[in-house]
C-alpha cells in the first residue's frame, strides 16, 4: 500500500512542489499543514507514515513541532527540510529524532531518495 505523508510548509508553492515530486512517485498525500501548530493537529489526526517538515514557519516552527510529535508518538518518522545557512537547526533537529533533512532547493531524486530510506 502506498505510505501517506503530511507535509508542512509556510509557502503554499514548496507544497505543491513537494506533492508533486511524490505523487510523481507512487506516494499517497495524507495532508497539508501551513504552520508547526497545524502540524502537530493533522499529525494526531492523520497518523501519517511520514511526515516532511520545513524549519521556518509561523505559529510554531519545525523543531518545536517535531518535538511536540515525537513527544506523543515516539516513533513518528520526521524528515526536515531546510534551506542553505540552517546547519545548527538541522543538528538539533537530528539529536531530537529527524531521521533525515534536504536541504532547499530540492531536487526531486534526493527528496525520494531520503523518503524511500526512511519509508520504503
Ligand atoms: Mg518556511
Not at 524549519?55 to 510529535?69: F, N, R, S, V
Request: aromatic share 4%; net charge negative.
Amino acid at each position: 500500500m502506498a505510505k501517506n505523508i503530511l507535509i508542512c510548509d509556510d509557502a503554499a508553492f514548496m507544497r505543491m512542489m513537494i506533492k508533486d515530486i511524490l505523487t510523481k512517485n507512487g506516494y499517497n498525500i495524507a495532508g497539508e499543514a501551513e504552520n508547526g501548530a497545524k502540524a502537530v493537529e493533522k499529525y494526531a489526526e492523520l497518523k501519517p507514515d511520514l511526515v516532511l517538515m520545513d524549519i521556518t514557519m509561523p505559529e510554531m516552527d519545525g523543531i518545536q513541532a517535531l518535538k511536540k510529535i515525537r513527544e506523543s508518538d515516539p516513533n513518528a518518522a520526521i524528515i526536515m527540510c531546510s534551506a542553505m545557512g540552517q546547519q545548527a537547526m538541522v543538528i538539533e533537529s537530528i539529536q531530537s529524532g529527524a531521521k533525515d533533512f534536504i536541504v532547499k532547493p530540492f531536487q526531486a531524486d534526493r527528496v525520494i531518495e531520503a523518503v524511500r530510506k526512511v519509508v520504503g
